[in-house]
């Protein structure tokens, strides 16, 4: 089956935060999604300041494109750590150059939403953004594999603790 073509638009961009993307210490980090003030006015931030947390979807855009493999590969080519699939990342190697990030929500000031830990970098487009719902946080127990604990120790670790 071969999937039908379509395409997106950028609801907003990052401003601010990091300039370039890293592996770790994106904890404290402060940005703004700037919402594209052309196709949207300050009614479709209401209600959303009763939220703590946001889910924001966004295109990797500085990400080398050539830089693909579907198949498996060690994550962050540690050799210490499994090989795994194209869908056991989360990395920026995604055939649709595609992220997902859950930030807190700090303030809405109208069409900007100040956000921290935000793993995306100033200029990124934005695809979309949702409040988080609890209850479409994981149902039942969860597990991973230990590997992931450790390479996301220092995670959202302060950048002052590099």
Same mark, same amino acid.
């Not at 479709?44 to 939220?51: K, P």
């Not at 700090?106 to 995306?120: F, R």
């Given at each position: 089956? +071969?999937?039908? @073509?379509?395409?997106?638009?950028? !609801? ?12 770790? $210490? %994106? =904890?404290?980090? /402060?940005?703004? *999604? ?12 209401? =209600?959303?300041?009763?939220?703590? &947390? ?6 990797? &855009? ?7 493999? *579907? ?9 210490? %750590? ?14 649709? %150059? *595609?992220?997902?990030? /859950? ?6 000031? =109208?069409?900007?939403? &100040? !956000?921290?830990? *935000? ?12 409040? %988080?719902?609890?209850?479409?946080? @994981?149902? =039942?127990?969860? &597990? ?8 996301? +120790?220092? $995670? ?7």
């Amino acid at each position: 089956m +071969t999937p039908s @073509p379509f395409t997106v638009e950028p !609801v907003a961009q990052v401003i601010g935060g990091r300039s370039e993307p890293t592996d770790d $210490y %994106w =904890g404290g980090t /402060r940005s703004i *999604l700037r919402i594209n003030n052309e196709r949207f006015d300050e009614r479709s931030t209401a =209600g959303l300041e009763a939220f703590s &947390h946001l889910e924001v979807v966004f295109f990797f &855009h500085l990400s080398d494109q050539t830089d693909l493999n *579907l198949g498996a590969r060690r994550p962050r080519d540690n050799p210490a %750590w499994p090989e795994v699939g194209a869908f056991g990342h989360r990395n920026m190697r995604r055939i649709n %150059w *595609l992220g997902i990030s /859950r930030c807190r929500l700090v303030k809405v000031d =109208g069409l900007d939403l &100040h !956000v921290e830990d *935000l793993d995306a970098v100033d200029g990124t487009p934005v695809i979309d953004i949702k409040p %988080w719902f609890d209850e479409f946080g @994981p149902r =039942g127990e969860t &597990h991973q594999p230990a590997w992931t604990t450790d390479m996301l +120790t220092n $995670y959202f670790a302060p950048a002052d603790q590099r």
